[in-house]
């Protein structure tokens, strides 16, 4: 069993990045569609303690949610749903995306949240546990992207949010999305990634940019310096299938992310469709 567990990161300025756009596009996918699906097939816990031991011990909060909080520099969408997990005003608890989804959709919408550690599972039933209209699997994520494509439910969204301790993981997350776009053309589909030194994120895309996937816009976030000693990993990049809007949208909520870091940060958009791929390494 591998080990990583989101509570020693969360709230991290990747999640706000990754969250703000998760909840931009749950407003965009519910006001146009009368029902939805959300698959959220790598879903953690679905809520997070940041005074738990864990989230004290790295602190990561601290250079992303936290500092946005308290410099009021959330986007007012993710903002809102915060304030109500934190009534008392100090930030203790960060709403992971499971818990998004859940808050976002309407009582006919329908979500999936698939775990596999056994550990985060049993959190994310008690997390979930009054939850209407939400299933819990605990399963693998990676099998589910296809197998839960298209839902019965013909519109709707994917959330894949793999931890990467694999680095095979990047590739299989660009086959697994493609199969499942061949099942189901109209999916959204929405793909995190880090941003590392091994730069494993430059095979997904290049997968998924060599394959029939049409339509993917990019949202990447890259840090000028590692917010503390030690820190690997650099930016936060955030791949959408078939997005609701156009790339203006994409890119005024990537810069308003950026423009907000504690430390220099830069934001950067664009429709990996347009991506030339290099000749000689065959990557883009
Ligand atoms: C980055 S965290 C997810 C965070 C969550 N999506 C959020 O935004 O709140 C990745 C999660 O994937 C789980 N995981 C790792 N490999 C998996 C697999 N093959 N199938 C399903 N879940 C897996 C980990 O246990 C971890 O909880």
Redesign the pocket.
């Known amino acids: 069993m ?1 080990s ?3 509570i020693y990161h ?1 709230g991290n300025f990747a ?1 706000v990045h ?2 703000a756009i998760l909840v931009e596009l749950l407003k965009s996918l519910t006001a146009k569609n009368p029902k939805l699906a959300v698959i ?7 809520s997070y303690d940041l005074l738990s031991e864990e989230a004290q011990k790295t602190m990561e909060f601290s250079h992303g949610a936290q500092h946005f909080w308290e410099n009021d520099g959330l986007p007012d969408g993710l903002k809102k749903i915060v304030s109500k997990f934190n009534p008392e005003g100090d930030l203790a608890v960060w709403p ?3 818990m998004i989804a859940r808050q976002m959709l309407r009582p006919g919408d329908k979500l999936t949240c ?4 056994p550990g ?1 599972f049993a959190e994310l039933q008690k997390t979930m546990a009054d939850a209407v209209n939400t299933e819990l699997q605990q ?4 099998q589910s992207i296809v197998e839960f494509s298209p839902p019965a439910i013909r519109k709707g969204l994917v ?1 894949i ?3 990467y ?1 694999i680095k095979t993981e990047y590739v299989q997350t660009a086959k697994q999305v493609h199969l499942a776009w061949k099942k189901w053309p109209q999916g959204v589909f929405l793909i995190w990634y880090p941003l590392l030194e091994a730069d494993g994120h430059r095979q997904l895309l290049t997968q998924l940019r060599k394959s029939e996937v049409k339509d993917v816009m990019v949202s990447e976030i890259r840090l000028a310096k590692a917010p503390s000693e030690g820190y690997r990993m650099y930016g936060s990049g955030i791949a959408i299938v078939n997005p609701p809007w156009p790339i203006n949208v994409l890119d005024d909520l990537t810069n308003f992310i950026a423009d907000r870091m504690p430390q220099k940060a830069h934001g950067d958009t664009y429709w990996l469709d347009n991506q030339p791929i290099n000749p000689e390494t065959g990557t883009i």
Do not use: C, M, N
């Open positions: 591998l990583y567990q989101h969360a999640d990754k969250h959220d097939t790598h879903a953690g816990r679905g992971g995306s499971a698939v775990e596999r550690h985060e399963k693998d994520g990676f959330i949010d793999p931890s301790e």
